[in-house]
């Protein structure tokens, strides 16, 4: 499986913009990056997912680098809510796996 | 649409009993997931079903655990004869079907279980 490399944890202010970084260099041609958030005592939420072009949600958006090698998900206001393990992951849509395999992802603190 | 619903929240089994863990997929959804989160730890996969069939339990312990995901009802996870290593969260998720570029994975809030 290809795996993904975040850092450990991060922190960022309240209501200032927050850039995770996810290094995946032996990300294959059918494989999509996924985020997914889990706030503590919490599921898994997912966040968003893209292939090539960058993406927008309601939540964040999804820079994805021209080789793909590497992507960053970006909250563009940061709350107190937000304080969470975000996991980078990728999966495989060209094969017959369905399930996520998920790291140690980023711990966000955020700082009032 | 109602999310990934998943009970009991908490469970509390004593040592040698059985617990039983149910989890409704999301409307639509013919795919089910289910993860164990040891304290402290990640999640880790342990069993992909589809209806009626088992598609990869790769991580599934060889004993005591089983998985069903029948034509009609919930998804269950059943743990035979509890250990306090059992003690963990565990959550479903579910998908609409996989091999889609729109699909994702939903995950349910889980499935608190504590072992005394």
């Known amino acids: 499986d290809a795996k993904t490399t975040q850092p450990n944890s991060m922190e960022s202010n309240e209501e200032e913009p927050v850039h995770l970084p996810c290094n995946h260099s032996?990300?294959?041609?059918?494989?999509?990056i996924h985020w997914y958030r889990q706030l503590p005592s919490q599921g898994p939420e997912y966040v968003i997912h893209?292939?090539?072009s960058n993406v927008n949600n309601r939540m964040a958006s999804l820079a994805i680098a021209e080789d793909r090698k590497s992507s960053t998900l970006i909250l563009h206001r940061a709350t107190l809510r937000d304080a969470a393990v975000y996991y980078c992951?990728?999966?495989?849509?060209?094969?017959?796996?369905?399930?996520?395999?998920f790291g140690k992802g980023t711990k966000l603190s955020v700082k009032p | 649409n109602a999310g990934v619903m998943q009970n009991p929240r908490h469970l509390v089994r004593r040592r040698g009993q059985e617990a039983r863990l149910r989890c409704s997929p999301m409307?639509?959804?013919?795919?089910v997931y289910w993860y164990r989160q040891l304290p402290e730890e990640g999640l880790k996969f342990m069993v992909y079903?589809?209806?009626?069939?088992?598609?990869?339990e790769s991580g599934m312990p060889k004993e005591r655990f089983s998985a069903e995901f029948p034509k009609e009802g919930p998804s269950i996870l059943r743990i035979q004869q509890v250990v306090r290593g059992d003690s963990a969260a565990y959550f479903c998720?579910?998908?609409?079907?996989?091999?889609?570029?729109?699909?994702?994975?939903?995950f349910g809030e889980g499935s608190w279980l504590t072992v005394v």
């Open positions: 998720a579910s998908s609409p079907r996989t091999r889609s570029s729109g699909n994702t994975i939903y």
């Open positions: 032996t990300i294959s041609g059918t494989d999509y």
């Open positions: 893209g292939l090539t």
């Open positions: 992951i990728l999966r495989d849509y060209g094969g017959s796996q369905g399930n996520l395999i």
């Open positions: 409307k639509g959804h013919s795919h």
């Open positions: 079903l589809q209806k009626e069939n088992i598609i990869d």
